[in-house]
């Protein structure tokens, strides 16, 4: 189909993306690759009446170390990500995970922004984010804050960012015993179940663990019972076997669809954690 009549600006800057948004009277949306927008307006499943392209903003793209964390700008791209030595250094999770999205012409033009933004259900960054405890960095009209990932993602499409927001960048420690493993969609790449874990591990005992599902229900969100059974243990493939086998077992909303159902998703998170946990865990 074709999109409904719309007007076009070109911010140069992050506070004029701002104003126009405000502008707008909540009439606007933000485009930086335009993958998840553009084929919502083709659908008229979003009709905004003016895109403020955000895609040359300097301040929004890059990759850079500062101050002990990694810092990602909002417009970096998934294949950026993916081909980033200073992130297979630091966080190769974060490189490996935008490796897996969708295919080369997704990865050269979606951005981490955009895909954290719009939260769809089976994207992969979301759970990445989550599990290394990264920030959200929002600029709006009363200045900056900043939101656990954990906290971002509230539901289907649903994340703690206002109309005149804009998602500038995420930052987060760098991680090194983390791993992402995902169940995908063979046409699209979008997980079916994908699963990151993040641990600490210091004198052979688990001192922390993150593990955080995507694909399975609504939301990015974390799975606090394979967490306890974790921290204070030693990584052996019994301890990752037993904390595996609760794996979604509390999760609510569980997806399904002509993918996959309920039942299948509820045992694929289990797999695909142990899988998540074995990889973690071989990089100590």
């Not at 979301?126 to 405890?133: G, Y």
């Not at 076997?241 to 997806?255: H, Q």
């Amino acid at each position: 189909m074709i999109p409904t009549k719309f007007a076009y600006r070109r911010a140069a800057s992050i506070d004029e993306a701002i104003r126009l948004l405000q502008e707008s009277g909540g009439e606007a949306k933000l485009l930086a690759g335009g993958h998840s927008l553009i084929p919502l307006m083709k659908l008229r499943l979003s009709e905004p009446a003016l895109l403020i392209d955000i895609g040359r903003i300097p301040d929004l793209r890059g990759i850079r170390e500062r101050d002990g964390l990694i810092e990602i700008g909002a417009t970096t791209t998934h294949h950026e990500l993916a081909t980033s030595e200073l992130l297979r250094r630091l966080a190769p999770v974060v490189s490996e995970a935008a490796a897996e999205i969708g295919d080369p012409q997704v990865r050269h033009r979606g951005t981490i922004g955009g895909s954290l933004a719009h939260a769809d259900p089976a994207a992969d960054l979301p759970a990445v984010m989550v599990a290394i405890d990264a920030e959200i960095h929002l600029k709006g009209p009363n200045g900056w804050r900043t939101v656990p990932a954990e906290s971002f993602f509230q539901d289907l499409f649903t994340v703690d960012m206002q109309p005149d927001e804009v998602l500038a960048a995420v930052k987060f420690r760098p991680v090194w015993h983390a791993a992402y493993a995902k169940l995908h969609q063979r046409a699209s790449h979008y997980a079916i179940v994908g699963v990151c874990a993040a641990l600490a591990i210091e004198n052979g005992t688990i001192r922390s663990a993150r593990v955080a599902v995507t694909g399975a229900s609504t939301h990015a969100q974390r799975l606090p019972n394979v967490e306890e059974r974790l921290v204070g243990r030693q990584p052996t493939q019994a301890v990752i076997d037993e904390a595996a086998s609760v794996a979604g077992d509390t999760l609510e909303d569980v997806n399904s669809d002509i993918h996959a159902s309920e039942e299948y998703r509820r045992a694929m998170v289990k797999v695909f954690t142990r899988r998540a946990l074995e990889r973690a865990v071989a990089r100590a």
